[in-house]
């Protein structure tokens, strides 16, 4: 079987890696230019890149905070800046009821007070007196890991075109596996966007070294470093499918930095960027064949957290026909069940 | 049947779409409610423009009326201009009025609230103005021309209930003709049968269903409760009093242990 995936940010790029792993005959298509000039959908170049199955189980359940555990070990397998060090989740002393909800709604963290904040990050020593630490979560940098991921495949000899609208000629003969996100809503017209605003600052000195969430009744705002010395902000979830940036985002999200500490405000800012985050109206991700492709989406706001363990599904979807209850629709026929139709 | 600018709703129960884990759970929600009203942000929910279609779309296939609001507007300037957008945004006079005033309490700024009224008002509007329990506002908000009164319970997201029920039980002895919703504040099914109870028209929820740890068990909850505060006040509830009076009459028992 030759497989073709369409689309080369997160999603497809590890499903292109599973293919390749199984020895599969997989291209990947790409209509933007490589590397750093993204089209404006391009989810995967404004990602948070936070691995953090348990603290994403407060807003969108079980289901989600499995499928994320699995890429966990995957992340560190094809990928060495992946760092394991937790997340950090407080709240302002005037907020510490959301700290108790979002307890309620999570697992596999401590609760964490003054002097353990402290030890876990120095730089916030005095400012927040309770949180709780997620010990078992990871981040990484999303750029440099989709770099290294289309390294890995090229070394894998698959070829990654880039810049183009595919052919007739690259696709006949595959099979196709779609991640194109947002772009694919024409087919899959229950995919709506929803808009991600973030920054990119990047501190005078370090300031932290995991993740930091701050809960907020308004407005929950994570705060991830990089690898560069430079720190993610987001992200802003806006139901609409427009990436322009507004002011009052932005003004808030520096507000919420500045509150993790006021360092921040001395940073440099050094992006701004929006992207729609392709989601179901249930934002649980799905694999689902239509006219023999099989589209991957609806990863909305967990790209890195999900794309392994989707790539897994659908690379056994296309090449055993498996059935995922788990992600996939009731009514959807499986390959071997569409054959004998 | 509880009818407010001409229009009858036999469901007293009106729901925010802010804040909900996903839209389906939002129209789970809504139907578990059975609300007939929903109220809708038009700032942050992008309804202007093109690229909200999606969420639009999801709350017109709701099949209820919609009830714009000008929330996180600051001065009575800013909401009118959203008002304007969101009539023609959603294609109805209705608006649901906010001015907050102060960030910490999202109380409303009630003297924006009064003269963003009357623009609105004047500019043919059907207001539903957010405000306090404070007698001389509710005055004010009605000689505007509000033909509604939504008095909060508790600042907005808090949960906490009313925090002065005697100054709400004042307002609505005061107005007795003129149609109030409970909006903000609420956290329990409790309080919103407490609502009804006092004679109230219908309550506003927001938060108190779209961050419960199950929205759509809690909007049905919520729809029980104000069923039965509505009941309850209709049939009539006892005076209460200090001393007992016993149930069954006591020349009537057999025993007397």
Known sequence: ?341 | MLTVYGVELRSRLLLGTARYPSPAVLSAAVRASGAQVVTVALRRESGAERAGQSFWALIRDLGVRVLPNTAGCHTAREAVTTALMAREVFGTPWIKLEVIGEDDTLQPDVFGLVEAAATLVAQGFEVFPYTTEDLVVAERLLAAGCRVLMPWGAPIGSGRGLNNPHGLAALRAHFPEVPMIIDAGLGVPSHAARVMEMGFDAVLLNTAVAQAGDPVRMAAAFAQAVEAGQAARAAGPIEPRDLATPSTPLPGTAFRG
Not at chain 1, 38 to 60: I, T, V, Y
């Open chain 1, 1 to 341: 079987m030759r497989v073709a995936i369409l689309g080369a940010g997160v999603a497809g790029l590890a499903c292109a890696l599973e293919f390749a792993r199984r020895a599969v005959d997989v291209v990947v298509l790409e209509r933007a230019a490589e590397g750093s000039a993204p089209r404006p959908q391009q989810c995967s170049w404004f990602a948070g890149g936070m691995l953090a199955p348990w603290c994403e189980r407060e807003s969108c359940g079980e289901r989600v905070a499995l499928l994320g555990a699995e890429g966990l070990s995957w992340w560190q397998e094809h990928f060495p800046g992946t760092a394991l060090r937790g997340t950090l989740v407080v709240a302002h002393a005037r907020d510490t009821a959301e700290l108790v909800q979002f307890a309620r709604r999570t697992r596999n963290y401590r609760r964490v007070d003054a002097p353990a904040i402290a030890a876990l990050e120095p730089q916030l020593a005095q400012r927040f007196a309770a949180g709780l630490y997620f010990p078992d979560e990871g981040h990484l940098d999303p750029r440099a890991a989709c770099d290294v991921l289309r390294r890995r495949l090229r070394e894998l000899g698959v070829t990654l075109s880039f810049g183009a609208s595919p052919s007739s000629a690259q696709l006949s003969g595959r099979v196709l596996v779609d991640c194109t996100g947002l772009a694919a809503r024409t087919t899959l017209g229950d995919l709506r966007g929803v808009k991600g605003e973030m920054l990119i600052l990047r501190p005078r000195e370090p300031l932290i070294t995991r993740p930091v969430r701050v809960l907020h009744p308004r407005m929950p705002v994570y705060v991830v470093p990089r690898a560069d010395g430079t720190c993610m902000v987001g992200a802003t979830m806006i139901e609409s499918d427009d990436t322009s940036v507004s002011a009052r985002s932005v003004l808030e999200l520096l507000s919420a930095a500045y509150a993790v500490h006021p360092a921040f405000g001395e940073a440099g800012l050094l992006e701004v960027g929006a992207a729609a985050r392709p989601a179901f109206p249930d934002n649980q991700p799905r694999l689902r064949w239509r006219d023999g492709t099989l589209y991957v989406n609806g990863l909305y706001r967990h790209g890195f957290l999900l794309a392994p363990s989707l790539a897994r599904r659908a690379v056994q979807a296309v090449l055993e026909g498996t059935y995922f209850p788990e992600v996939m629709d009731e009514d959807d026929p499986s390959p071997r069940q569409r054959r004998l139709a």
